[in-house]
């Protein structure tokens, strides 16, 4: 008889707690699609359930590209090329100290080559007072020698190593930023090796646009325009056909003819080193200007802003040539002194123009460049097939452990399984909470947990086993065997997470999925196949007062 102390106990009971769990993380985790419960059902409770089944969807989960098809990018990072615009921007920084200094006899030209920063001047003795004075100024992220009438410098081993590892994680941030700001769910960018990204793109079939973000270096740059001309020959007469090395033509950005036809832009000459990059620029948004034409407006921060004054009120009614990736995108007079730490880019854009313009700026500029390496699409249907036939692994698994557990222990072995069914969703609950993405490895985590899980359940049985046969009560046995197989099940379970800890960090995309599920199902196994599993225990011996058991 069901008395009012049973009930009582049954509502304080531990295994209640778990109901709540269960209930609750069912709400947070699944959801059903309007549009698909407002379609008429086919006729019968089959057709009912049917509809109910297609409109169920995990919420806050995301489909990896394998289940869900899309496009899939390799990346290789041109370190290199990060050494060179590190060394550029050391150039500039010599240029200041010269000036500080008031050296006296200044170089003839700098150029940056393989990874060295060559400076020549006209004389011996001129280098060696250039070199003097670096040795003076003890210049901590350079290494430089004397060779006859050059000062060749190079990166210090510790700043290239720590340059070159950077290069490829600001590339996974900046990347990420560019792609969360489209709109578009479920991206994933890792880091693959030591010198390439993978871009994972799930339910992108034209995958352009992405593209053509992902290899924008966005790299922004302010000079002062010293002449502009209708063509590079133009520009090059005054100098003889050969530019001086501290010199750089720079093609404008091409326009629309009202007829619609592409006109080639003007060419501008300015210096090879820019007066201030974009690197100070913290917000950037598009708006329209007087005309109603798209424009792209930026914020500095307080450095920033303190040099584009200074640069604007140094150079009035000269042109501030905003250059991006190497093409002169606006050349505006400057008519006033800026201060206020804010700016403008005009250039013909169209809106999306303007808007992907924006993206890459407020993500930031790549130190170093991208190049696509590998490029593979994966159809929807081929990944529907991955989830059939993942979702039937699954299955099989638990219906095999079914089997096993019910035959070989029988009603705990019935509890052993519900144990199971609950680390697969406390598994799932975990991958939602965290907004995870799923993949075909990551199903292959799963599976592997839930087979490893029904370990706990034996271990547990057979410690409660051997104290039965030594005559102790089933409470009593119970308890001890949980207590007992407590250590063996920590230990196995610990190496196992550390495993995929391991695996996790160094491990590709593929890899981190499947280590992200083992992790979680460990987490899960311990929950449920300790916790859980003696809850119902208790909740059986409390509330129904069970004094035996078959194991």
Not at 96 to 106: A, C, I, R
Not at 306 to 317: C, D, Q
Request: include cysteine.
């Amino acid at each position: 008889m069901f008395t009012q102390s049973k009930l009582v106990k049954a509502i304080i009971s531990p295994f209640m707690l778990w109901v709540a769990i269960i209930a609750v993380g069912s709400y947070f985790m699944f959801s059903f699609d309007a549009k698909i419960l407002k379609e008429p059902a086919s006729p019968g409770l089959m057709g009912t359930a049917t509809r109910y089944y297609n409109a169920l969807k995990l919420s806050y989960i995301k489909k990896g590209i394998d289940l869900a098809g899309g496009t899939y990018l390799v990346l290789g990072v041109e370190l290199d090329k990060a050494v060179e615009n590190r060394l550029n921007i050391e150039s500039r920084s010599l240029d200041q100290l010269f000036k500080t200094k008031e050296l006296k006899v200044l170089p003839l030209s700098k150029n940056v080559k393989d990874g060295v920063l060559t400076i020549v001047f006209e004389t011996e003795e001129g280098a060696k007072a250039c070199y003097n004075m670096l040795a003076e100024a003890k210049a901590a992220s350079l290494q430089s020698k004397l060779v006859d009438n050059e000062i060749q410098a190079n990166l210090t081993s510790e700043l290239e190593h720590r340059l070159r590892a950077g290069a490829v994680e600001q590339a996974v941030n900046v990347l990420g930023n560019r792609l969360d700001s489209t709109g578009v769910a479920g991206m994933v960018v890792t880091q693959h090796g030591d010198h390439q990204v993978v871009v994972q793109m799930p339910g992108v079939s034209d995958p352009e646009r992405i593209k053509s973000l992902i290899s924008r270096a966005a790299h922004l740059e302010f000079k002062i325009v010293e002449k502009a001309a209708g063509s590079r020959d133009a520009l090059l007469e005054e100098y003889d056909g050969e530019l001086p090395s501290d010199k750089v033509i720079v093609p404008g950005k091409s326009e629309m003819d009202e007829n619609g036809i592409e006109e080639a832009g003007r060419y501008y000459l300015v210096s090879a080193f820019a007066d201030m990059t974009g690197d100070r620029i913290v917000d950037s948004y598009v708006s329209r200007d007087e005309f109603g034409k798209p424009v792209v407006n930026f914020k500095l921060d307080g450095v920033g802003s303190r040099e584009f004054g200074e640069l604007t009120s140094n150079n009035e009614k000269r042109q501030l040539g905003i250059i991006m990736d190497d093409v002169m995108v606006s050349a505006p007079s400057i008519n006033t002194p800026i201060t206020g730490g804010s700016g403008i880019i005009t250039g013909g854009f169209t809106q999306k123009e303007a808007l992907d313009l924006s993206i890459v700026l407020k993500s930031g500029s790549l130190v170093a460049p991208l190049k696509f390496e590998q490029e593979s699409r994966v159809g929807a249907s081929l990944g529907q097939d991955s989830i059939y036939k993942g979702l039937m692994s699954c299955l099989i698994a638990m219906i095999l452990l079914f089997l096993f557990s019910f035959l070989y222990y029988k009603i705990p072995g019935l509890l052993a399984v519900l144990a199971l069914l609950l680390n697969f969703f406390l598994v799932m609950l975990f991958l939602s909470y965290f907004h995870g993405t799923l993949s075909l490895s990551g199903i292959a985590g799963m599976v592997l947990s839930v087979g490893m899980a029904i370990d706990a359940s034996i271990l547990i049985y057979e410690h409660i086993k051997e104290q039965l046969s030594l005559g102790s009560t089933l409470r009593k046995a119970v308890n001890d065997g949980f207590s007992g197989a407590l250590a063996v099940i920590l230990d196995s379970n610990i190496t196992t997470f550390l495993t995929g800890m391991v695996l996790f960090y160094w491990g590709g995309p593929a890899v981190r999925n499947f280590a992200t599920t083992l992790m979680l199902g460990i987490v899960a196994t311990l929950l449920s196949g300790i916790l859980f599993l003696k809850a119902m225990f208790q909740f059986l011996f409390d509330v129904f007062e069970v004094k035996s058991m078959k194991f």
